[in-house]
């Protein structure tokens, strides 16, 4: 079999595989577009892409690559313009600095030893295994926080790492526009926007730590809240239970001075005091804070509750992440109650429970009456604080993919609902 036509099928095959983990890479920066036309052309454009071929001075193979690139992001891909526009910052230098880079370096090292068909064969070999092992290394060091990335950067962030990877942008494409005739004097910048942009990348991952790290203080805050006022309740039930003695005389003395009205009213405003301070929703503590909290801000508010939580067999999920889904949905549950002038269309419905398979599942339903607005397929809130938008849902989405569940939001013009399903450890 001809030699050429084996090194050509090597060539071709790793090209292939190479291309998928660029894919993968793209898929990880924003959502693709749904449908397997979408899958084969951003798959064939990535092959095509990351394979092109970068001479000195190659005014159209650079311009090409960058145009195909960018327009693919932009159609075959949902999300912020800024989000997408990352992708092609980032990833369009390491493209063109390595394919640069590698061939130029093994053209020099090809002429520098004589192109004999031992160093051809290397050559031939060395180019697509070097460019496969670069995007496998980059895809399996970063494939976590990339993913991260895409959830909780908001426009700013992305904006940011697109002005910091332009400068890479336009001086790998300037300096192979303009390449001197020693070919040797462009490694240096080559190799510096791929480390630059590799770099992006890196710091991007502390980003989302930083991010993330504020989350779980945020989380372990409202935790110490809930527990505080679980103490605090308790506090109020071993007060009441200590004056019990001095309620039953004063409604003994009420009954035998004939004043049986004071007395039942005595009674009721009693009962109704032991009432709020020691509803039990459910067996876990934490939870149950949380619940008896927003249910008295609900009562305030004239907002009718329905809560129906059998937690009795959970144990696969830690209670900072209890708190935190129970607390944010409750909030955003509460706050669009609130905005419904009429008191009696307001509603809160809980059902919490692990089914006999081992599912955690998780529904609560609100009333509405505000218009739900996306915007970059992420859900709008209308708070006056921009800086707050969709903090809530967006705590609740982390909580959810750390136990790799499922959430589901729907709403209708007067009911808003967020379903979680999560397995249970």
Same mark, same amino acid.
């Given at each position: ?44 454009? !990535?092959?095509? !892409? @990351?394979? +092109? ?18 327009? +693919? ?21 390491? +493209? ?20 004999? @068909? $031992? ?9 697509? #295994? ?13 494939? /976590? ?10 426009? /700013?962030?992305? %904006? ?32 510096? !926007? ?7 990348? $890196? ?25 505080? *006022? ?5 506090? =109020? ?29 005595? %009674? ?17 503590? #934490?939870?149950?804070?949380?619940? &008896?909290?927003?249910? &008295? ?21 830690? $209670? ?12 955003? $549950? ?21 089914? *006999? ?10 009333? /509405?009456? &505000? ?27 982390? %909580?959810? =993919? ?16 967020? @379903? ?6």
């Amino acid at each position: 079999m001809d030699q050429s036509f084996i090194l050509n099928c090597f060539d071709n095959t790793l090209a292939f595989v190479q291309g998928f983990f660029v894919f993968r890479i793209l898929s990880l920066f924003a959502d693709k577009q749904f449908g397997r036309i979408w899958d084969i052309i951003i798959y064939f454009s !990535c092959t095509t !892409c @990351t394979c +092109m071929v970068i001479f000195p001075n190659d005014f159209f193979n650079i311009t090409l690559d960058l145009i195909w690139l960018a327009v +693919m992001m932009l159609l075959a891909f949902k999300g912020s313009i800024w989000q997408r526009l990352a992708a092609v910052a980032v990833l369009y230098p390491l +493209m063109v600095s390595q394919n640069f880079f590698i061939l130029d370096i093994l053209g020099v090292t090809g002429t520098w030893l004589g192109w004999s @068909t $031992a160093i051809d064969i290397f050559c031939s070999l060395a180019d697509p #295994i070097l460019h496969l092992l670069i995007w496998l290394g980059i895809y399996k060091i970063f494939k /976590k926080y990339l993913s991260q990335m895409k959830r909780l950067f908001n426009d /700013k962030i992305w %904006m940011l790492l697109d002005i910091i990877c332009l400068a890479s942008l336009v001086n790998i494409t300037t300096c192979i526009y303009f390449t001197p005739k020693d070919t040797y004097k462009m490694w240096p910048a080559a190799f510096a !926007c791929f480390a630059t942009n590799l770099g992006c990348v $890196a710091l991007a991952k502390y980003f989302v730590i930083s991010i993330q790290q504020n989350l779980e203080r945020k989380n372990l805050k409202l935790q110490k809240s809930y527990c505080k *006022e679980l103490e605090q309740n308790q506090a =109020e039930i071993r007060k009441i239970r200590h004056d019990m003695n001095n309620h039953l005389s004063v409604i003994h003395s009420l009954f035998y001075s004939g004043s049986k009205e004071e007395a039942e009213h005595y %009674m009721k405003d009693m009962e109704a005091q032991l009432t709020a301070q020691s509803r039990v929703f459910c067996k876990n503590s #934490i939870v149950n804070a949380v619940l &008896n909290s927003k249910y &008295n801000l609900a009562l305030e508010q004239g907002i009718d509750c329905f809560f129906h939580i059998d937690l009795d067999k959970l144990i696969g999920i830690d $209670a900072i992440s209890l708190c935190c889904l129970f607390a944010n949905t409750l909030d955003n $549950a509460l706050e669009a109650s609130e905005k419904i002038e009429n008191p009696e269309e307001r509603r809160i419905s809980v059902k919490a429970r692990v089914t *006999e398979s081992g599912y955690f599942t998780y529904e609560i339903a609100n009333s /509405k009456n &505000n218009e739900i607005t996306k915007q970059h397929g992420q859900l709008k809130s209308d708070k006056e604080d921009t800086s707050s938008h969709g903090l809530g849902l967006s705590n609740v989405r982390e %909580m959810v =993919e750390k136990y790799n569940g499922t959430l589901d939001i729907s709403y209708t013009e007067d009911t808003f609902t967020v @379903t979680v399903l999560i397995q249970n450890a």
